[in-house]
């Protein structure tokens, strides 16, 4: 079990900067891979950035180049730091943390999510 609580989330102008961040609890953080995921209003929830154990980074091609995401597993933390924000970057970002067991079974948990709102 792992507990995700997810900061860093409000307004900010287009070209602006933002840093989210999630912090674990109840498990063994450097374990689990972690990502950000991002549910546009009106649109499907999205990855946006993931790191694995390893430290091996994933992008969606429209936030590549901008967003940054990096984990601390001393702090047990991942953040997602955000440039040249976009009015389409605006969503409710959640931050998920999943490991594969031996049997091959994944599992998935989730924060509560944080809303980032680009104003035009």
């Known amino acids: 079990q792992v507990q995700l609580v997810e900061s860093g989330g409000g307004l900010v102008q287009p070209g602006g900067s933002l840093t989210l961040s999630c912090t674990a609890s109840?498990?063994?953080?450097?374990?689990?891979?972690m990502g950000w995921y991002r549910q546009p209003p009106g649109k499907e929830r999205e990855l946006v950035a993931s790191?694995?154990?390893?430290?091996?980074?994933n992008y969606a091609d429209s936030v590549k180049g901008r967003f940054t995401i990096s984990r601390d597993n001393a702090k047990n933390t991942v953040y997602l730091q955000m440039n040249s924000l976009k009015p389409e970057d605006t969503a409710v970002y959640y931050c998920?943390?999943?490991?594969?067991?031996?049997?091959?079974?994944?599992?998935?948990?989730w924060g509560q999510g944080t809303q980032v709102t680009v104003s035009s």
């Open positions: 790191i694995t154990a390893s430290g091996s980074r």
């Open positions: 998920n943390a999943a490991k594969t067991n031996y049997y091959g079974t994944r599992y998935d948990y």
């Open positions: 109840g498990s063994i953080f450097s374990m689990y891979a």
